[in-house]
């Protein structure tokens, strides 16, 4: 432990599969930066600063943790936080082979860096983003899937 990790991704919104993964690298690392992207070509349902706000929220009882946004390559933010490891959550099978090539690319970009997977606990293990926001949007009960903050924010985002 007392090596830094960095999380990174859109978290849009963060889930309990998320804050799974997190938590694992937590207790591995000691010290993790969840770094949330702020990719321009992506339409996000929350912006950077709502998204980090959320994940403060929902991480605030974490030791070790701190939410941080970034632009550009995360192999650069990496560098800038002298640290080379990367937390990749991995949910099934399915997930493979996008995260291999995002791993394959950063470690041809700078072969510093080192990209660990992290699978989330059975009950997390299908959750994403992605479908949650399309349950929600359904006005499904998403309370299982994300923490109250994010269940709230969404909610009134979606209020028609």
Known sequence: MG??????????????????VLQRAAAIFGNVIIAVANNTSKNYIFSL????????????????????SFDGLVIDYAHLKKTNVLIRGMRMTSDFDYEFQIALTNRRLAQDIETVF????????FLSSSLLKEVAVFKGDISSFVPPCVAKALKERLKK
Do not use: C, N, W
């Open 3 to 20: 090596k830094i990790a960095i999380y990174p991704g859109s978290f849009d919104p963060v889930t309990y599969g998320h804050l799974d």
């Open 49 to 68: 600063k709502e998204r980090v706000q959320l994940l403060e929220e929902a991480t605030s009882g974490m030791k070790g943790v701190k939410v941080e």
């Open 118 to 125: 992290l699978m989330p606990s059975g009950p997390h293990s």
